[in-house]
């Protein structure tokens, strides 16, 4: 089988000057797949989309021949869903909403969320326990789009550092038809599990699959990690930059777990992605 076509390679596209401008970013860099903010990230407010707005968003998709399938919108930075602080939570359940409904406006498929925080005033079962609650209101309150929780390198108090936490978040989400996860390589090692030999890739992919499970996998960013294995240090690299190490690539490349998803750069030199890209293909094996 021709692995070349299966593999879905992107990066993290700017919004600047409008939200079309992501697939067209997208396309000038030979993306397969890529991901946006639907607003400011930085902002809790953002005016609603007009008519104008998602036309011409769905327009430039099909002119650009993005399928849904392959394009991995991120939430703001602002939102905390494990915010003890019920006024507080409240606010960050009310954005993410809006955040659901601006990608289903959209005919996006996918909203990619980091799962919350307990800014250190709960037991970590606890905020387990408030993020899949405000998951589960959420869910209820909007349609299509699948929430794809994304795993954190544990820095500060995120949760979502460890599999185990994703898994359960999952077990108490009622509608496991609208939940997801996203794998972030950086966030991985970092968390403390380990990629750069072939036995620690194995166990870590068999930890993902016993803990959480591959049939949730709904995209990968693909970063390269400033810090070893454990730093819990959320700094990403370059492909080939950090530590992670041309093997971990060459595995990830050639593994078909990894195929027909969207696979996102989050590498911090954008204007090396079409490169990076191009290397990364070449890891194939024919
Ligand atoms: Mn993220
Ligand atoms: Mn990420
Ligand atoms: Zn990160």
Redesign the pocket.
Known sequence: MDNKINKFIGAHMSITGGLFNAPLNAKKIGAKAFALFLKNQKRWEAKPYTEEDITKFKDILKECNYDVKYILPHDGYLINLGNKDDIKREKSLLAFIDEIERADQLGLIYLNAHPGSHLKEMEEKECLALIANCLNIAIKKTKNVKIVLENT?GQGSNLGYTFEQIGEIIELVEDKTRIGVCL?T??TLAAGYELKTQEGYENTMNEFENKIGFKYLCGVHLNDSKFDVGSKK?R?DSIGAGVIGLDFFKMFMNDNRFDNIPIIL?TIDETIWEEEITFLYSLINS
């Open positions: 390198a972030d950086c966030h959320d990403h989050e």
